[in-house]
């Protein structure tokens, strides 16, 4: 164990899929962790799922750095056989399955418990354990809808609700999942203890939404009428700025910079509410005004007056700014099938080093030789079971 790297040593058994179970086992190898991914033949089904091929997808990229994979055959007995050795010494064992599912396998917390009794077993869910959504499939865009959350994210051009397409509540919960793991394995260190947790999408939905929900209750479900005003993106002669008049003081400058002085004096702007009430006269005003100059024209005037704005950038434009260079946000590494992809570096764990093993994500099966070598298993017994499909290696490219 080391400052750096805490869990170095543990070992952790991911068969998630998906996003949140994976993140939550790529943020335990970013702190050290061994982490083997369980895959089936075709892989985790995000090796399916946004741009890439041979399995080496951008979802699949971001929530698996670090790990090693095994793919096999839980439906064939020598691999149902294979994992339980391995949770048999896992520290950690996550899976995501509908509700019984892991039962029916005889990989559940009970079972897994009886024989390894410390192992901190993470279970994902979409709705949770119990209630009638409890065997209901979920994914980030049926509980932004189940929440309420698209119902903050209504398109102005056709008033209905859309999805934030970005898989929030998925990364949330991801994160939040870890957490809990990270403060079982504190616990297990004076106790020997290992323990349950069951986290869902909806738990990851809610808290997301903490301060909307209580907003909800304390005004009866009334929309709020308050707040700063605006806060808005307007086109320019060459992209996008976002602007947001957050304090009333910002809102004589503003007004004076779209061309129209007078209306700081006006008493009924003088406050986001008012100024909410003439909404849509302010943001034609504001539009047409900068509609007339480049972005940094006004990103400069903004700057000047204290108004907090920002251009709205491409990610390409993401990647290339001095800042984000500057504070090393991204780490840039050569991926198998992939080629060179960015990994954020978040607070905590060190930053990622190109090209080392720790920044690599594995193909699917890309270390079934090793571990069942590590598990006792002779190269003679690991070729028979290649050859009658208990286990695979990477899929060919294509």
């Known amino acids: 164990m080391s400052h750096e790297y805490p869990f170095e040593g543990l070992r952790v058994v991911d068969a998630s899929q998906g996003i949140v179970?994976?993140?939550?086992?790529?943020?335990?190898?970013?702190?050290?962790?061994?982490?083997?991914?369980?895959?089936?033949?075709?892989?985790?089904?995000?090796?399916?799922?946004?741009?890439?091929?041979?399995?080496?997808?951008?979802?699949?990229?971001?929530?698996?750095?670090?790990?090693?994979?095994?793919?096999?055959d839980l439906k064939q007995r020598e691999g149902a056989d294979l994992l339980h050795k391995l949770a048999k010494r896992a520290d950690v064992f996550i899976e995501n399955f509908r509700t019984g599912v892991m039962a029916r396998l005889g990989f559940d917390y009970p079972s897994v418990c009886?024989?390894?009794?410390?192992?901190?077993?993470?279970?994902?869910?979409?709705?949770?354990?119990?209630?009638?959504?409890?065997?209901?499939p979920a994914t980030d865009a049926i509980l932004q809808a189940f929440a309420g959350m698209m119902n903050i994210n209504k398109g102005r051009q056709d008033g209905l609700p859309h999805r934030l397409e970005c898989w929030p509540i998925d990364v949330f919960s991801g994160q939040m999942a870890f957490q809990a793991v990270a403060m079982a394995l504190y616990a297990r260190r004076d106790s020997g203890r290992g323990r349950?947790?069951?986290?869902?999408?909806?738990?990851?939905?809610?808290?997301?939404?903490?301060?909307?929900?209580?907003?909800?209750?304390?005004?009866?479900?009334?929309?709020?009428?308050?707040?700063?005003?605006?806060?808005?993106?307007?086109?320019?002669?060459?992209?996008?700025?976002?602007?947001?008049v957050l304090k009333d003081h910002l809102w004589p400058p503003f007004c004076r910079m779209i061309g129209r002085p007078e209306w700081?004096?006006?008493?009924?702007?003088?406050?986001?509410?008012?100024?909410?009430?003439?909404?849509?006269?302010?943001?034609?005003?504001?539009a047409e005004a900068f509609a007339t100059q480049p972005s940094e024209f006004w990103c400069a005037q903004m700057r000047e007056a204290g108004i907090l704005n920002e251009r709205v950038n491409t990610f390409g434009d993401l990647f290339s700014h001095k800042q984000t260079e500057d504070t090393g946000i991204f780490t840039w590494s050569e991926q198998a099938v992939a080629g060179r992809v960015p990994h954020p570096n978040i607070p905590g764990p060190q930053p990622l080093v190109a090209d080392a093993p720790s920044s690599r994500v594995p193909r699917i099966g890309e270390h079934t030789r090793d571990v069942l070598g590590e598990l006792g298993y002779a190269v003679e017994d690991i070729e028979r079971m290649f050859a009658q499909a208990v286990v695979f290696g990477p899929v060919a490219n294509t």
């Open 196 to 244: 349950y947790i069951d986290a869902s999408l909806l738990q990851g939905a809610t808290a997301l939404q903490t301060v909307r929900l209580i907003e909800h209750v304390m005004t009866g479900g009334a929309t709020v009428a308050g707040g700063s005003f605006p806060i808005a993106t307007f086109r320019t002669t060459d992209g996008l700025v976002n602007v947001s």
């Open 114 to 136: 009886a024989y390894n009794p410390g192992v901190v077993y993470l279970s994902v869910t979409g709705f949770g354990q119990v209630g009638p959504m409890q065997s209901q």
């Open 264 to 286: 700081a004096d006006e008493p009924s702007m003088a406050t986001g509410a008012g100024r909410r009430a003439r909404g849509e006269e302010i943001l034609r005003v504001a």
């Open 21 to 72: 179970g994976p993140s939550a086992g790529m943020m335990l190898a970013r702190y050290g962790a061994d982490v083997i991914k369980v895959e089936p033949q075709a892989g985790d089904w995000s090796r399916g799922i946004t741009a890439g091929k041979d399995g080496m997808t951008a979802m699949a990229l971001a929530t698996n750095v670090g790990k090693r994979s095994i793919a096999l």
